[in-house]
């Protein structure tokens, strides 16, 4: 290995190594017993993580050293941050009887959404080192935001304004799952958001758009569980809506292309 490679592949295993403590902390606690603040440090602990992973990347190309290693071992450390730290740190949040039709529909969702979350990224180490890398948007939502999208309701339940039963809380977490596993296995585009080239020519727009970043910090520091459901969800929600649109538009462009060989 060369040496110059040795910076970005530390802070993939510093990734890695989140998502290990994650995992290990979380499998201390019985199922059920585990409370708010508990979750709370996880959670800010794979946002750590997701910096690491960002910084990897970043390092990499700023070097111009990107090889096939460190794209499998970084995509092998997102499939344990990202793809099964969450479905740990939900289920352990349930207290559900074992043997129930509820569990059993948790349990299946859970195991669908870490196996959605390592075939995402076999695909994506496959496109990452092959001859169209770095090409347009992800193909799949990205597992590290499924990561934060399958966490932020249970976060946001476990709350004391919230008030559910465990029963409506695993159908939830149940419902989430299946959701997000789909999407990664889609083949809905989901725009990279390294890839946005933000160009702000009014000064007006520029100050929404700090005043915005910071009415999102202050209402982090208040409710935290809030703005990550939000963010989340939102760029899923987001990304969706914009390839709908683009389906629209290649439907429709395509019917005139039909009804001018028509006309000619």
Not at 197 to 225: E, K
């Amino acid at each position: 290995m060369k040496r110059n490679i040795v910076l970005p592949n530390f802070f993939t295993a510093l990734c890695l190594c989140c998502g290990l403590f994650v995992i290990f902390k979380m499998n201390m606690i019985s199922p059920g017993t585990a409370v708010f603040d508990q979750v709370l440090s996880s959670v800010k602990i794979l946002l750590i993580a997701a910096g690491f992973d960002v910084l990897d990347g970043a390092i990499a190309r700023a070097m111009n050293v990107k090889s096939k290693f460190g794209a499998f071992f970084d995509s092998m450390a997102d499939a344990v941050s990202f793809g099964v730290a969450p479905s740990v740190l939900v289920l352990k949040t349930l207290s559900i009887m074992p043997g129930t039709v509820l569990s059993a529909f948790v349990t299946v969702g859970a195991m669908l959404y870490s196996v959605a979350g390592i075939l995402r990224l076999v695909r994506f180490s496959l496109i990452a080192v092959g001859p169209s890398a770095n090409l347009g948007p992800f193909r799949g939502l990205p597992v590290t935001c499924a990561g934060f999208a399958a966490i932020s309701p249970t976060l946001l339940l476990m709350k004391d304004t919230f008030s559910v039963s465990e029963h409506v809380h695993a159908l939830i977490a149940g419902g989430v799952f299946f959701i997000l596993g789909y999407l990664m296995l889609s083949n809905w585009r989901f725009p990279s958001i390294k890839r946005l080239n933000l160009t702000v020519t009014s000064i007006g727009l520029l100050a929404l758009i700090v005043s915005l970043f910071s009415l999102l910090l202050y209402i982090a520091f208040h409710n935290f569980p809030a703005v990550l459901l939000l963010v989340s969800w939102g760029y899923v929600v987001f990304s969706l809506a914009l390839a709908c649109i683009r389906l629209a538009q290649g439907k429709r462009s395509s019917a005139l292309d039909e009804s001018d060989e028509v006309v000619s």
